[in-house]
């Protein structure tokens, strides 16, 4: 094979640009699904699980290492106020999709939406 066969060479040809389009329009799809309306709040702790309505407005506080309160407000929630040394979790702010996580390293706490079967699409 000559030099100049290689160069001239298309590494890139129209059909590979129709599967890339593919596999992006697709990605986009599939992130663009909804998982519907979250119905729990799901808080892992060193304790267990335990499972909250965000039906209505209130105020939370587990029973962890370092004091926290999470608050749920209009089917949303976040972690006002928090003991813990660097206060990430309180930074992180509100999480109202199914599936957002909150977590407090400190406090070996995962706190998650999840929809009304009480699990989201990874766990499933």
Known sequence: MSKDSIISRKFINPFDFLIIFLIVFLSTILIMINNGE???LRVKDDNGI???SISFDR???PAVKYKEKI????KRVRVID???PLHICEGMGWIDQCGDSIICVP???VITLVGD???DAVTQ
Do not use: D, L, Q
């Open 117 to 119: 079967k009480g699990i």
């Open 50 to 52: 335990t499972f909250y």
């Open 71 to 74: 608050e749920i407000k209009n």
């Open 59 to 61: 105020i939370i506080i």
């Open 107 to 109: 406090n070996r706490m």
């Open 38 to 40: 979250p119905e729990m």
């Open 82 to 84: 928090s003991s813990c």
